[in-house]
């Protein structure tokens, strides 16, 4: 697997294993990426793309699914937030009739 660099702003470089069909990316913000699933097509795209940066981020970032731990706390920030709003609904309406 050889490393390519890329003439980006966003992407230093990229390696790609067609055995696994696995991209790695290493982004100019020192952080390093690893892809799964990724055809041999998408590579090739990214590598002669006029801009890798967007190619990258449209069809390659966006496409993966969040991890399932960040569902299930966006569940729980949600209900959370529900619970709360419905709790100061419930003290507003009492302090209403309180005041009648």
């Avoid at 966003?10 to 892809?35: E, G």
């Avoid at 981020?57 to 399932?68: G, H, L, M, S, V």
Wanted: net charge positive; proline share 4%.
């Amino acid at each position: 697997m050889q490393q390519v660099p890329l003439d980006s702003r966003l992407i230093a470089s990229v390696a790609y294993n067609p055995d696994h069909q696995t991209l790695h990316v290493w982004l100019r913000n020192k952080r390093h990426a690893i892809h799964q699933n990724i055809s041999e097509a998408i590579y090739n795209n990214l590598v002669s793309a006029e801009s890798a940066g967007f190619y990258y981020t449209c069809y390659i970032a966006r496409k993966e699914q969040p991890a399932p731990h960040h569902i299930i706390r966006t569940v729980f920030r949600l209900a959370a937030a529900c619970a709360i709003s419905m709790l100061l609904v419930s003290l507003s309406a009492t302090s209403i009739a309180s005041l009648s």
